[in-house]
């Protein structure tokens, strides 16, 4: 059974650095064509992709927010981390971590984490 | 970035309705296109992907159409469990975009 799970802080304060886990069971994060991703959401607003990291270490990200996003994986551990800097009341909201598929060109979300909330307040 | 958009915004149906939601592009995406239900307070969930393949486990009243800029989300004999709020996504180009979302209810 695939699952994801994300962690981390509930509320971080204006300029501080987000740092989210995701632990990821039922597959692999360095075999087959699978990845994961992190999308969030404001409260009431739609989904916004943020960041995706593949099996193969190929990682894409979001171009307005490059400079703030660094994704990584810890094959050992079945993680992914998202560190998103310098973090705005604009970055309230749900945050994701999902798996992808892929083949070739296509690509889903197929599998999602429950998501965490995040507030940024000072 | 492609922008989508999605139409109608929100809609009501009943009970054994069946009822259709459009999304569409700002330019070409052949049939690279996902939808995806988000039930209240829950995360999204996989329904459709390359625009008319259904996901495995998905139930048969979700079916999806369209290639290019246009397509359609259709879901047949309304259900109370299909209350949710539909989204699409293309993955024709970087950055992955969603659609703002259609709300369902019941």
């Known amino acids: 059974q695939v699952t994801l799970m994300e962690s981390g802080p509930v509320l971080v304060k204006p300029t501080e650095t987000l740092t989210l886990t995701c632990n990821v069971s039922?597959?692999?994060?360095?075999?087959?064509?699978?990845?994961v991703t992190w999308i969030r959401q404001p409260p009431g607003k739609a989904l916004e992709w943020l960041a995706h990291?593949?099996?193969?270490?190929?990682?894409s990200y979001r171009t307005s927010l490059k400079s703030r996003l660094t994704i990584s994986k810890d094959t050992s551990k079945s993680q992914v981390v998202l560190a998103m800097t310098n973090m705005a009341p604009a970055d309230t909201g749900t945050y994701y971590c999902?798996?992808?598929?892929?083949?070739?060109?296509?690509?889903?979300?197929?599998?999602w984490g429950q998501g965490t909330i995040v507030t940024v307040s000072s | 970035d492609i922008q989508m958009t999605q139409s109608p915004s929100s809609l009501s149906g009943s009970v054994g309705d069946t009822v259709t939601i459009t999304c569409q592009a700002s330019?070409?995406?052949?049939?690279?296109l996902n939808w995806y239900q988000q039930k209240p307070g829950k995360a999204p969930k996989l329904l459709i992907h390359?625009?008319?393949n259904l996901e495995t486990g998905v139930t048969w009243r979700f079916s999806g159409s369209g290639s290019g800029t246009d397509f359609t989300l259709t879901i047949r004999t309304l259900q109370p469990e299909d209350v949710a709020t539909y989204y699409c996504?293309?993955?024709?180009?970087?950055?992955?975009?969603f659609g703002p979302g259609t709300k369902l209810d019941i």
């Open positions: 990291i593949y099996s193969n270490d190929e990682i």
């Open positions: 996504q293309q993955y024709e180009n970087l950055p992955l975009t």
């Open positions: 999902a798996r992808i598929r892929y083949y070739e060109r296509r690509k889903a979300f197929d599998t």
């Open positions: 390359d625009a008319f």
């Open positions: 039922g597959f692999s994060l360095s075999s087959g064509r699978l990845g």
């Open positions: 330019q070409d995406i052949s049939n690279y």
